[in-house]
């Protein structure tokens, strides 16, 4: 179908479909049947079976079923068959591991799809860009990625950015008439929109006529279907650290093999003793355990309202010691209500809070109306001038677009004023607002054919822009007096808290050039409106807690500099002596002398997107780690230049969401320190367990090579080294990954980014606790096989029983830094049950006489007992104390 040549309405018809109205339910669910979800095809997924046998890849896991083979000719079937299940549960492991991560990715992958705006029964609502259908009625603005293929409805100066299908770098100006023109190419077709494409400029609705692989974007994607997944730079270390432990391991092994067969002991024992070892040695499940800690902390992000986009912005996180923030939304409650107004040379202050549409204007102590001179027009100019809209939702009133033009919405409604009042007037065109221009127009044509152009936006630049002023007596000169007067009232309302918006209007003639470089001139000053924004309530204690980390916040806004040294001062961000930047001496500044002056300031008030980028790099070039916000499309190449970006999921565009590493779901400054706090926790977990696993093998290696060398004999046979890397190795550490912050998380200073995985002492941490349990586990042995030379099972039973309870109690020393004394164990409850089911299978293999072949273990006395939890808990207590 050639929609590009089809009317509006043709449109409309063919699809079923109105554009004042959109889709019903039911529409959506049948054609979601037809035509599937909204998604490029990715990928082809990896079977399962070909994920299981890939647990089976591993160089050390091939030589252990060569040996279990070997075993089985020799008729060694026991232990053949007790080595075949032992690699298989661990496969299954590793399987479940790898598919719990890959569902976590896929879920992180659906939460942060872009959102899209469409009109369903008659409301505006947002849904994943997954779940729009053809015949949507779909409103994009500025710095949003269009969702579907779609048919140009209405276009407000709206431009799109389509490099991306057909190389072209310039923007393309949309509009909505039909094409009558035969085989056009997707670059020439002006009033169609396309998936995945960016709105530079403007606004535009638009109705879907293409979703999934039946865009333009779709024919692309079918050829370029394969993704690879990129490794985050931890996975990356321990990717490395693997390689290093299997050619340790490697060594260690043939050292054993060599010394037990000089000593006369069989090769084939030998041989099969060494594989294990290394099996045991090389912590092959490191690199799942990551993936699944990394998955599982965004999981817990999530609910705490913070989306992760890239896996290595966990890691980064933890070593955030700036915070650059917006103020508006991210610090305030983004609720912006009229409290003041400036109109006639007269202060009028509006009651009623947030979004409530009751509330009255007062002069003085004296209650105005809509008799009161010009107060009507300046309401009613705010509410044309506007994109929102007023949604009741609940029983509530909601605002669906910028929060500042709701604040102008409600205001015209508690003086009465409905929406029918502005539909008097036929809008001809719009100037749309960006962070550049800080100001909106359009241009309106009443009932009796009058022409006039209403603009709203910053004083600073509308004034210079202003020749006459609207007062009781009509409209007459700006004189400087009168200047000085709104000058002065602005920064009144700034001491105040309060943010300025200006608000003023320009007759037109019926032939007069509607072209921007002209309109926006001569303007007719009406008034200013007073507005607050309230900071939330929990971020002066996020504040406290990010200083109390180490971690600087630093505020950055448009507002006026006295607005936004008030609101910091209120939130205890600036501190007494702290420096306040205007956005107009960044300008003058060279980036030597902003890096002079960066770390002394605290607020940055009046700036624009290049001013942040400016402001990144030179909190970077003081060796800063920087977590940057923003939200328009303007604020993408800060955020992609810090080493955390952060774009908002409520107010952010989706160009700035792509660029980021996280997104708020609630827009809270809050969050942003929950995450850093999360951040800091996944890594140290990850320390955790690694500091666990290569613990517990340092103690299985020395165990077996001190054995050798004192010419005893064989402390642990293969079957029970397995069965100490799967059981006792696999679910404690996994649960390590699952421990909640330690109260001290947030009282640290952020890590140093070039600390390597072993750095703040844990690699002595490993080797000591290593050493101690593989000496623990020897003197077991020897003491048991001295008093019982002719029961070799004997001694291997208390030695395996020893390695065993020696791991579990260690566990419980790895989640903390300081002494395992400090925590309570019952705190993550997840590791108590791994350590029980450690021991209950222990138990299983020690007592169950048809186990006891196979594993080469006997039953114990209670006195043994008492002598292995003695020995146990040597390495743990020891250091306990010892801290």
């Given amino acids: 179908m ?91 492991i590793g399987y479940f591991q790898e598919q719990k991560a890959e569902k976590s990715l896929d879920k992180l992958k659906e939460l942060s799809a872009p959102l899209a705006n469409v009109l369903r029964d008659g409301k505006w609502e947002k849904v994943s860009s997954r779940d729009v259908v053809v015949g ?31 190389g072209e770098s310039l923007p393309v100006m949309k509009h909505q008439a039909a094409i009558q023109k035969e085989h056009l190419e997707a670059q020439d077709q002006v009033n169609m929109g396309f998936m995945g494409t960016l709105v530079t400029r403007g606004s535009g609705i638009g109705i879907v006529v293409g979703t999934g692989m039946n865009t333009v974007m779709g024919q ?55 594989v294990s070892l ?102 009613l100019y705010g509410m044309i001038c506007n994109n929102a809209s007023l949604l009741v939702k609940k029983g509530k009133h909601m605002i669906d677009g910028d929060p500042t033009d709701g604040a102008l919405l409600v205001a015209a409604r508690k003086l009465g004023l409905k929406e029918m009042d502005g539909e008097r007037f036929n809008i001809i065109k719009e100037i749309p607002f960006d962070s550049d221009r800080k100001r909106m127009s359009v241009v309106i044509e009443d009932e009796n054919g009058l022409r006039y152009l209403i603009t709203k936006g910053a004083p600073d630049v509308l004034l210079p822009r202003t020749s006459y002023l609207l007062g009781n007596e009509g409209r007459s000169m700006l004189r400087t007096e009168d200047r000085n007067n709104i000058v002065n009232k602005i920064n009144d309302m700034a001491n105040k808290a309060l943010r300025t918006i200006a608000i003023g209007m320009r007759p037109l003639k019926k032939n007069e050039s509607l072209d921007e470089a002209f309109l926006e001139k001569d303007l007719t000053f009406i008034g200013l409106f007073g507005l607050i924004d309230p900071p939330r309530k929990e971020v002066k204690s996020a504040i406290a807690e990010c200083r109390e980390a180490g971690i600087k916040t630093v505020m950055i806004t448009g507002d006026h500099v006295n607005t936004a040294r008030a609101i910091a001062r209120n939130l205890n961000l600036l501190p007494e002596n702290g420096l306040v930047l205007e956005g107009s001496k960044i300008s003058q500044m060279s980036q030597d002398e902003l890096i002079d002056v960066i770390d002394d300031t605290y607020v940055f008030a009046r700036v624009t997107p290049e001013h942040k980028l400016k402001i990144v790099k030179a909190f970077q070039e003081k060796g800063h780690i920087v977590a940057m916000t923003g939200d ?50 996944i890594y140290e977990n990850i320390r955790k367990f690694i500091r666990y696993l290569l613990a517990s093998n340092v103690g299985e290696i020395l165990v077996m090579l001190f054995a050798m060398l004192l010419a005893l004999p064989l402390p642990l046979v293969p079957v029970q080294i397995l069965w100490v890397n799967l059981v006792t190795d696999g679910l404690p550490a996994m649960a390590l990954g699952l421990d909640k912050p330690e109260d001290n998380v947030m009282k640290r200073p952020p890590r140093n980014p070039r600390e390597g995985v072993f750095g703040r002492g844990l690699g ?120």
């Fill in 2 to 92: 050639k929609w590009y040549q089809l009317d509006v309405e043709k449109v409309e018809q063919k699809l079923h479909v109105t554009s004042t109205r959109g889709l019903s339910d039911k529409q959506v669910n049948e054609r979601r049947k037809q035509y599937g979800q909204n998604e490029l095809e990715s990928g082809k997924h990896t079977p399962r079976w070909l994920i299981f046998l890939a647990q089976f890849q591993d160089f050390m896991v091939i030589v252990l079923l060569a040996a279990t083979l070997i075993a089985g000719l020799l008729g060694e079937y026991i232990d053949a068959i007790a080595i075949m299940v032992i690699v298989l549960v661990n496969g299954f």
């Fill in 136 to 166: 949507d009625i779909v409103r994009v603005n500025g710095g949003d990625r269009i969702p579907a293929d779609i048919r140009i409805l209405k276009s407000n100066s709206m431009e799109t950015e389509e490099s991306a299908l057909t």
């Fill in 220 to 274: 692309i994607a079918s050829l370029m279907a394969n993704t690879k997944k990129i490794m985050t730079p931890l996975e990356r270390r321990l990717a490395e650290l693997g390689k290093i432990l299997i050619v340790v391991a490697l060594l260690l092994t043939a050292l054993v093999v060599v010394l037990g067969v000089l000593q006369g002991n069989p090769t084939y024992e030998m041989f099969l003793a060494g």
């Fill in 278 to 379: 290394a099996v045991a040695a090389i912590p092959e499940g490191l690199p799942a355990i990551v993936t699944v800690a990394l998955s599982l902390g965004v999981q817990r992000m999530i609910k705490k309202k913070a989306i992760v986009r890239k896996l290595s912005a966990v890691e980064t996180l933890g070593t955030a010691s700036v915070i650059c923030s917006d103020k508006t939304g991210t610090m305030t409650e983004n609720q912006m209500t009229v409290k003041e107004m400036y109109l006639n040379g007269r202060n009028l202050y509006v009651t009623g809070d947030g979004y409530d549409i009751r509330g009255d204007f007062f002069l003085e102590k004296n209650k105005v109306d809509r008799d009161y001179q010009n107060l009507e027009t300046m309401l």
């Fill in 632 to 681: 328009g499309v303007n604020d993408a190449p800060a955020i992609k230049a810090s080493d955390i970006g952060i774009s908002m999921g409520i107010s952010g565009t989706d160009v700035t969401k792509e660029a980021s590493s996280l997104v708020l779901m609630d827009d809270n400054f809050a969050t942003i320190k929950s995450a850093i706090k999360e951040g800091r926790n």
């Fill in 764 to 883: 002595y941490k490993i080797i000591s606790r290593g050493i101690l349990i593989g000496l623990v586990t020897l003197i077991a042995f020897m003491v048991t096989y001295q008093n019982n030379p002719d029961n070799l099972v004997y001694g291997q039973t208390v030695a395996f029983t020893t390695l065993v309870m020696a791991q579990l109690i260690h566990v419980f020393d790895c989640r903390t830094e300081n002494s395992v004394f400090d925590r309570n164990p019952f705190e993550n409850m997840y590791l108590v049950l791994a350590v029980i089911s450690s021991l209950l299978l222990l138990l299983v293999v020690i007592y169950w006489p048809p186990l006891q072949p196979i594993f080469h273990t006997t039953a114990l006395a209670f006195r043994d007992w008492l002598f292995i939890g003695a020995l146990s808990a040597i390495p743990t207590v020891l250091f306990g104390f010892k801290k």
